[in-house]
Structures are given as C-alpha cells and as structure tokens.
C-alpha cells in the first residue's frame, strides 16, 4: 500500500513540476501541444541551424497542432 501512494505522490510532484507531464485532465490536443514545442525547442538548441529556419520554428511553437477543438457544453 506504501509503495502505490509513494508512485502517486512522485507523480502528482512531476506533474505539478514539469507541465509537459500532463495529469489526468489533460486533452489530447494539450498532449500534443506540449510534444510539439518540446521537439521545437530541442530542434533550437542546436547552433547549425540557418535564420529563417530557427523564425520557421518559433512560428510554429506558437499553434503547433493549429486552433484547439471546440469543447461540447456540459451544461
């Protein structure tokens, strides 16, 4: 019993920490989002890339996966 709330608590920790980890109300259009900028910024860290590929880039971080999805009303 220990050991599932001590996982729970590390993971709840990660997800407060780092937003990219998601929780469990986290939209598979968030998901995406957040693999998306992650992969672009790593592609930025990298000094051989030419100017306009790196303004490509920032361009895209903006809407990576375009608008998000319109939400049903639960109302």
Partial sequence: MTD???IHS???HLQSKYIGTGHADTSKWE???N????SYCSY?????L???????LMEKMLQPCGPPADKPDDA
């Fill in 31 to 33: 998901w995406l989002v």
């Fill in 4 to 6: 599932r709330y001590n």
């Fill in 10 to 12: 590390q993971l709840e």
């Fill in 50 to 56: 030419k100017a306009r590929v790196r303004f490509n």
């Fill in 35 to 38: 693999q998306h900028r992650d």
């Fill in 44 to 48: 930025m860290g990298h000094f051989d």
